[in-house]
């Protein structure tokens, strides 16, 4: 019955928009050939996949931050990785009809439908961090995440001296990102021909879960010697079943993302490295795109960001660049 109750209130707000749509002459709150809005209203809505990784609860402090510097009403919220949950909010959201609507995809196609809801309401919409497969965005924004892939692949494959038995724990696979980080992985551990990749399973970005799928794939796997991780979260969650079997140090971990448990790990020496993409600077750059929107001003189709491999060689100046970009974790 609960299924039933959303499922009818989708289809009123939809049907109330398309509704609107009708209703509306053309100039209503259109674009112009600039992407820019002419809503009255100035509040900008930003929609995260979640805020139960610490990667995204930092995007989401830059992004605040970037916004309170430069006067932007950003309302921030939680999709709690949730495709439907995802889709009410940005019909909520276009109702509101914002000068901006900013998503990051829980999935890469679910996210579609919010994307054509706002096109269909003049809305300027892009997204962030996870690509979606369709709709008509302003821009998007995020890291090289096929790179990613291969400079941790590169860096486990250093660590091990580029001989040795390794095990990928994959993201969520309905994103671009776990689909290229994965992609590019496998593509660059091929080029060592002693190294071979003896399983491999998502753990959906998620601690617990690369916990548990690590602590079974050891079970198979007895005579790993590394792992990559396709997001730090997953990484912690690897290091902590290694310790668990007291195989820290034998058992080499590469991960994603450069959070702060992450850095500190690779202190500790219980991390090999990290692939830093950091998402306070991501959050920040989110915002800045906004506002050249909100001015009327053309922006580029994407922009790509770079991470920057962190070993335990160069912890001390990464943090260093977090704290010169003005990120409280530092």
Same mark, same amino acid.
């Given at each position: 019955m609960k299924k039933y109750i959303t499922g009818a209130l989708s289809v009123l707000l939809i049907g109330g928009m398309l509704a609107g749509c009708g209703t509306q002459s053309s100039s209503d709150n259109s674009k112009g050939s600039t992407g820019k809005s002419t809503s009255n209203n100035k509040e900008v809505d930003m929609i995260i996949s979640t805020l139960n990784n610490p990667f995204f609860v930092s995007l989401k402090n830059g992004a605040e931050a970037e916004a309170k510097k430069l006067g932007i009403k950003l309302v921030v919220q939680n999709a709690n990785n949730d495709n439907q949950t995802e889709l009410n909010l940005a019909q909520t959201d276009i109702l509101k009809k914002p000068a901006a609507l900013i998503l990051d995809p829980v999935d890469s196609n679910a996210i579609v439908t919010s994307i054509k809801l706002a096109n269909k309401n003049h809305i300027p919409v892009f997204a962030f961090d996870r690509k979606p497969t369709g709709g008509d965005l302003e821009t998007f924004l995020g890291y090289d995440a096929i790179k990613a892939g291969q400079v941790a692949a590169d860096a486990l494959a250093k660590v091990l001296n580029e001989k040795g038995k390794v095990i990928e724990i994959q993201g969520i696979m309905g994103t671009n990102v776990a689909q290229d980080r994965s992609k590019g992985f496998e593509e660059e551990i091929a080029k060592f021909p002693n190294i071979q990749v003896v399983a491999k399973q998502p753990a959906n970005f998620d601690r617990a879960?690369? @916990? !548990?799928?690590?602590? !079974? @794939?050891?079970q198979a796997h007895p005579d790993v010697n590394g792992v990559y991780a396709a997001n730090d979260e997953m990484a912690m969650g690897v290091v902590s079943a290694l310790k668990a079997r007291g195989l820290t140090g034998k058992v080499l971990v590469v991960g994603n993302d450069g959070i702060k448990d992450a850095l500190d790990a690779i202190t500790a020496g219980t991390l090999a490295a990290t692939n830093a993409e950091s998402p306070f600077y991501e959050g920040m750059q989110v915002v800045d795109i906004a506002k050249d929107i909100l001015d009327g001003k053309q922006v580029q189709p994407d922009t790509t960001l770079e991470g920057q491999l962190v070993t335990k060689d160069n912890v001390d100046q990464y943090w260093e660049h977090l704290k010169q970009i003005g990120d409280p974790e530092d």
């Open positions: 879960q690369a @916990l !548990n799928v690590m602590t !079974n @794939l050891i």
